[in-house]
């Protein structure tokens, strides 16, 4: 890579929620990017859970379904259009559950970075197909790692998951838990048997605007619907007093920038807020938001999710800091389904 120029950036699951996010930021920066989405039809949307909407792939753009043939470009740098929903960035399709397809894609993208961002995300999916999950969150990912092999220069950062970022010998609580925990040691033991810069990210509960499935998203879309005349059925929560901590995405994206452009090789970074926030404290913010009556069903039921300070000092040590309060955030994020 020149010296003088900016890093051409591969970002996989860029039509999720952070993808969006980072798509957006990276662009905006001067990055070339190349933003991975799911090689998938319409018919595997679900409108309504709280997801981002899976991109058309090959066969909804162009008539030729996508196949053996590999990864299709979908939009050229630039070509995104406000309120399409499509990330910013030469858009992909791509299986990253295809080995060859993923070699391709590498090979056509040749990036100096690497963002790796897509997996599946549901702790309740994942007791019904605990394999799926590893397919999607470890074995896309090894398939990657194994394609990047052929790149040595490139920097790569792996976002896991803090519920995967057990002690030693403590139970996981949950399939998608241990599918990320697995991800982690992936990502770790090919750097140190390949030596490849490969860096780890453990974000914290990320919110802010853009179509998220977290607690927060879902607050913010039922008051949206709320105040536009939507159903009054109480919004279910497990209590008013468990805690986790909240970043929001955009500083999350700051932060997977220094990571990958200042992270020590084989080092995990956590990232967060450092501080922990009930869920009865994200309810009164939203009230302050909105004039609109927000009923509650609250089952009073703990999590079987251990929660734990997030130390992000290894971050901060690199130059990075969260800018965003916690109610622009929220505030954001209502705004966002206000507009959708």
Not at 125 to 130: A, G, I, L, T, V
Request: proline share 9%; glycine share 10%; aromatic share 8%.
């Amino acid at each position: 890579m020149d010296v003088c120029a900016m890093p051409r950036i591969l970002i996989t699951g860029a039509g999720g929620f952070t993808g969006r996010a980072a798509c957006d930021y990276f662009v905006s920066k001067g990055y070339e990017v190349a933003a991975v989405v799911r090689n998938e039809g319409p018919a595997h949307a679900k409108p309504g859970n709280g997801e981002a909407p899976v991109v058309p792939h090959r066969e909804d753009v162009s008539g030729v379904p996508p196949g053996p043939n590999g990864p299709s470009v979908l939009q050229e740098p630039g070509s995104a259009k406000p309120g399409t929903g499509m990330p910013a960035g030469k858009l992909y399709a791509c299986d990253l559950t295809r080995r060859e397809d993923v070699e391709r894609l590498v090979a056509e993208t040749g990036p100096d970075w690497v963002l790796h961002l897509a997996g599946r995300n549901s702790v309740t999916e994942s007791w019904q197909d605990p394999a799926a999950f590893l397919q999607a969150n470890l074995m896309a990912s090894v398939y990657l790692l194994e394609a990047l092999r052929t790149r040595p220069g490139t920097r790569i950062l792996v976002a896991g998951s803090m519920l995967g970022a057990a002690e030693p010998g403590e139970p996981l609580p949950h399939p998608y838990g241990f599918s990320k925990m697995l991800l982690l040691y992936a990502a770790r033991s090919w750097h140190r048997w390949f030596s490849q810069q490969i860096m780890v990210a453990l974000p914290s509960n990320l919110v802010g605007p853009g179509p998220s499935g977290g607690i927060c998203g879902l607050l913010a879309r039922k008051i949206a619907a709320l105040e536009k005349g939507g159903p009054s059925e109480p919004f279910r929560l497990s209590s008013l007093g468990e805690e986790r901590d909240y970043l929001d995405v955009r500083d999350a994206v700051s932060a997977y920038e220094t990571i990958l452009g200042h992270g020590e090789p084989g080092a995990v970074y956590r990232i967060g807020s450092e501080r922990l926030r009930p869920l009865g404290e994200i309810v009164s913010v939203f009230r302050s938001l909105s004039p609109a009556a927000l009923p509650l069903e609250v089952e009073n039921k703990p999590r079987p999710d251990p929660v734990r300070p997030v130390d992000v000092s290894a971050l901060k040590a690199l130059g990075w800091s969260a800018r965003i309060s916690f109610e622009t955030s929220l505030s954001d994020a209502l705004e966002y389904y206000r507009r959708n």
